[in-house]
């Protein structure tokens, strides 16, 4: 689907969808202990995992659709619990890196074949350690963490390099905690003690701070919905738009933004790779000179993200530098509008849309469909927030 948006004035109140990760490991961890997770988010991945869930009780094949977390998660899940797994995806997702199972399937004497679009694993998950590289994607470490405890025995997972995004594996340790799971963190990395069983539990979904930071630069808006204690990684979102300038004031039960920011920063987003879209539109139009540095993981998700905000953004008139692992931005007050492409990824899609009210003429974006993988409802939020928004036929 294409959208034309006309630029306009951006504000009110919205409750912020439930957290993707979140949703993720509830999902995982309540289906494991036979509890409940509430509040869980309905896009393309979330159902990629129910999916997947209910395939691998009734011993079927896995279908993860675009979803790496559905897709690094159940396979070790999957084989701890069945000795097998047979896993498929769409689009990109099969040719993202998964070297860091292969080299421990080698290492436990574990069977594997990816052929094509398809990975079939079959072998015995047990104790011992397992040796991680942190730099890649911390969704191998989550996907181990949510599988061992399922083998009964004394696991130690070994983190080889600098560890990015822990946040990500905080909110696993903390998902887990809430159905009877401890996991500890050690000097090498973690421990998963034996004789540990999934127990019934309830899980409430917080708001995802994520998903707020395309809402929070787009004008004078209030999001509910967000834990101010939360460890989400993205929460430090909230801190970068403060030092770039914009006023954020908390309020009972979440934030109101003015949307308005004075200068460019430099920021290391190693720890917060999906802040990245959000964050480039948002120094696109900011006085001043911005860096995005330590980037390189964006290379590897839904899209290279490096080279989509590069070449997307300037189709609308930003000025912006593109190197192996940073972006370098000029920002400017006002950009010009016009046609670009979402990448069938949903968080380009979302970026470009959030700061149409800087341009001085349309924009128009193609393949906005791209939103349902995270928040399927986006396009009708934007319109609450008073957004102009006129969808066109394919291909024009």
């Known amino acids: 689907m294409d959208v034309k948006i006309t630029p306009t004035k951006l504000s009110g109140k919205m409750n912020i969808p439930p957290s993707k990760s979140y949703s993720h490991r509830a999902l995982i961890c309540a289906h494991l202990g036979g509890g409940e997770a509430v509040g869980v988010g309905e896009s393309a991945d979330i159902a990629a995992t129910r999916a997947c869930l209910k395939a691998m009780d009734e011993k079927k094949p896995l279908f993860a659709n675009e979803s790496g977390s559905t897709l690094r998660f159940m396979i070790p899940v999957a084989l701890a619990k069945n000795g097998f797994v ?34 079939k694993v079959k072998g015995v998950l047990s104790g011992g350690q397992y040796f991680l590289r942190g730099d890649v994607s911390s969704q191998f470490i989550t996907g181990l963490l949510l599988a061992l405890p399922l083998t009964g025995e004394d696991c130690e ?14 909110m696993t ?7 009877g799971i401890e996991i500890e963190e050690t000097e090498k990395g973690y421990f998963i003690k034996k004789r540990q069983r999934y127990s019934p539990a309830r899980y409430d979904v917080e708001g ?18 967000l834990n101010k204690s939360s460890v989400q990684g993205d929460k ?5 738009y403060r030092s770039m300038g914009m006023s954020i004031r908390e309020t ?9 920011t004075e200068r460019n920063v430099t920021v290391d987003v190693s720890q917060i790779p999906d802040a990245v879209p959000a964050l480039a539109a948002l120094m696109a139009v900011t006085k001043g000179e911005g860096r995005i540095v330590n ?11 490096l080279r989509a905000v590069t070449e997307e ?14 972006l370098f931005i000029r920002g400017k007050d006002r950009l010009c509008g016009g046609k670009c492409d979402s990448h069938n990824d949903h968080r380009i899609a979302m970026a470009l849309a959030s700061i149409t009210p800087h341009c001085t003429g349309e924009v128009v974006i193609h393949g906005t469909e791209s939103v349902n993988k995270s928040m399927p409802d986006f396009w009708e939020r934007f319109k609450a927030l008073g957004g102009i928004v006129h969808e066109l036929n394919m291909g024009k």
């Open 86 to 119: 047979e896993i498929s995806g769409s689009e990109r997702l099969m040719q993202r890196p998964l070297d860091d199972y292969f080299n421990i399937f080698n290492e436990k004497g574990i069977e594997y074949s990816l052929e094509g679009q398809t990975l």
């Open 157 to 170: 997972i070994v983190i080889t390099t600098k560890l990015e995004s822990k946040a990500y594996v905080d």
């Open 173 to 179: 340790i903390d998902a887990a905690r809430q159905f």
């Open 208 to 225: 995802d701070f994520s998903q707020a930071a395309f809402f929070l630069e787009m004008g004078e808006v209030c999001l509910t919905g």
């Open 236 to 240: 430090a979102i909230i801190d970068v």
């Open 252 to 260: 009972d039960d979440g934030y109101l933004s003015d949307g308005k």
């Open 295 to 305: 980037a390189a993981r964006l290379r590897i998700k839904e899209s290279d993200r």
């Open 313 to 326: 953004l300037t189709k609308l008139g930003a000025d912006i530098t593109e190197g192996s692992d940073y």
